[in-house]
C-alpha cells in the first residue's frame, strides 16, 4: 500500500537535471578560504565589502554614513588574540573574573572599539554597567548584553549588544513558556538563514513584513564569520552584524534609527555595516 | 578542512544528495532553484562541517539548512513567489489511476501556500514529527498540526482516503 511519502515522491515527473559536482563545491570552497585569508589584517570591513559588493543594501541616510563604506581599521590594540599569518583564531585569555570584572573589561573593549572604528560617538546607556551579565539567554554560552543609544554628530542610534562565549555542560534558567532563545540563537548562529526568524514567546509571534530585508554573509578576521542584515519597514530601519568565531563564541550587534530622526524623513542610519562589522569582528569583546 | 575531513565530507553528501535534491524540488517545485537551494545547503554544511559533524543529528542539521534557505529565499523581492489565499476547488471526481493522479497532486502541492507546502514536506516527505517539524521552524506545534490537516485538506483531491485516513 502506497504512503504519502511515496505519492509525494512519485510526484515528482520532471526528470532531475545533472547536479554540479560535489568536488567543485570543495575545490571552490577551498579556493574562496585561501583568498580570504589573506589581507585579514585589514580589517573586517575591506573583506566585508569585496565580498558582498554586490548586495544592494540599503538606505541613503541624510546626514549620516552612507550604507557601506570601507573602514579599514585593524583589530582593536586591546585584544590579546594576535593573528597567526594564516588568520587564525585565539580567543584571549583572562584567567578566572567576577561577572562585574567582565562587565568592565567588555564595556572598555566596547567604547575603545566604538571611538576607533565611530570617531566622534558616545554612548548614552541605560545602565552601568553598559554590558551585563545574562545568565537566561543560551544555553551553554555565558552571555553578556547591553542596551542603549550612540550618538555622533549625524545623530543618534538604538543599539543592542548580544556577546557570547560557549560553555559546554552548563545549563540556562530557562522561564517556562519563553522560548525568545529561540530567535536569538537564529539570528546569531544561523547566518542568513536564520537572520529573519520570528520571535516566539510560547506562542506564534505575527511579525511586521519589512518593506526591506537583505542579508549577506561573509568571512571576517581570525577566520570569523560574518552575517550582515538589514531591515527596513516603513521608516523604521536597523542594521545588524554577527561575527561568528571559530570557537563558537559570538559578537551580535544591532543599531536602530532613532526615534528622534525628522518626523516623515528618511530613516537616520548612524552606522554603516561596514563600522558594525568592524567592531563585531574583534575577540576583545568575546566574555 | 583537510583531506579526511573533505572525503567524509564528500561520502555524506553523495549519500545524501538525491534525496535531498528531491526535498527541494517538493519545496520549491523547480529544478533551477531546488539545485540553487541544495548548493546553498552544501556550501554552508561544508563551512560549518568542523561543527557540524559532530552533531547528534547530521541529517536533520542538514534538513535544517536546507529548509532555511528556501524560507529565506522567499523573503528576497526578487523570488518571491505569489501564494495564493485561494487553492484551487477541490476535484470531486478524482479516481485513482496512477500518471494522472501524480500530476493532480504534482499541481495541489504547488498551490499551496509556501509554510504550508513546507510543514507538509517536512512532516509527509521527511517523515517528522509534529515536535520536530516545529522545533525546525520555530513555531508552535499546534501551528504546524493545523497547517498540516489544512495541507492535508488541499491534497485529499489526489490521495486516496485511505493514505489520508493513516495520517489523522
Known sequence: ?287 | MGKAEDDEYREFVLSRLDRLRRTAYLLCRNWHTADDLVSITLTRLYRSWGRARAANNLDAYVRAILTHAWLDEGRRPWRREDPTDRPPDRATEVSFSGASDRADLAALLTALPRRQRTVVVLRFYCDLSVTETAELLGVSEGTVKSQSARGLEILRAAVPDHVLGELS
Open chain 1, 1 to 287: 500500500m502506497k504512503t504519502l511519502q511515496t505519492l509525494l515522491d512519485e510526484s515528482i515527473v520532471d526528470p532531475m537535471p545533472p547536479f554540479t559536482s560535489v568536488d567543485k563545491l570543495i575545490a571552490r570552497e577551498r579556493r574562496r578560504r585561501a583568498r580570504h585569508r589573506v589581507g585579514v589584517a585589514c580589517g573586517a570591513a575591506a573583506a566585508v565589502l569585496a565580498v558582498i559588493g554586490g548586495v544592494a543594501f540599503f538606505g541613503t541616510p541624510k546626514g549620516g554614513a552612507p550604507p557601506l563604506t570601507i573602514n579599514p581599521a585593524g583589530p582593536s590594540a586591546s585584544t590579546s588574540a594576535a593573528p597567526s599569518p594564516s588568520g587564525g583564531f585565539v580567543r584571549p585569555s583572562h584567567g578566572a573574573e567576577t561577572d562585574a570584572e567582565i562587565s568592565a573589561r567588555l564595556d572598555a573593549a566596547f567604547l575603545a572599539r566604538l571611538s576607533t572604528v565611530v570617531p566622534g560617538a558616545s554612548l548614552d546607556q541605560m545602565i552601568t554597567p553598559f554590558l551585563g551579565a545574562d545568565r537566561v539567554t543560551l544555553a551553554e554560552h555565558l552571555t553578556f548584553s547591553g542596551k542603549g543609544t550612540i550618538i555622533m554628530p549625524g545623530g543618534a542610534a538604538g543599539v543592542e549588544l548580544y556577546l557570547f562565549r560557549p560553555t559546554p555542560g552548563t545549563t540556562r534558567a530557562d522561564p517556562p513558556g519563553i522560548q525568545t532563545y529561540k530567535e536569538i540563537r537564529e539570528r546569531v548562529f544561523g547566518g542568513c538563514a536564520g537572520a529573519f526568524v520570528l520571535n516566539y514567546n510560547g506562542s506564534p509571534q505575527p511579525r511586521p513584513a519589512p518593506t526591506d530585508a537583505t542579508c549577506a554573509e561573509a568571512d571576517g578576521p581570525f577566520g570569523s564569520r560574518l552575517t550582515l542584515v538589514q531591515e527596513r519597514n516603513g521608516e523604521q530601519f536597523s542594521n545588524r552584524a554577527v561575527a561568528v568565531f571559530p570557537d563558537g563564541s559570538a559578537v551580535s550587534m544591532t543599531t536602530r534609527n532613532d526615534a528622534r530622526g525628522d518626523p516623515g524623513g528618511p530613516p537616520l542610519q548612524v552606522m554603516n555595516l561596514g563600522q558594525l562589522a568592524d567592531i563585531v569582528a574583534d575577540p576583545a569583546l568575546i566574555p
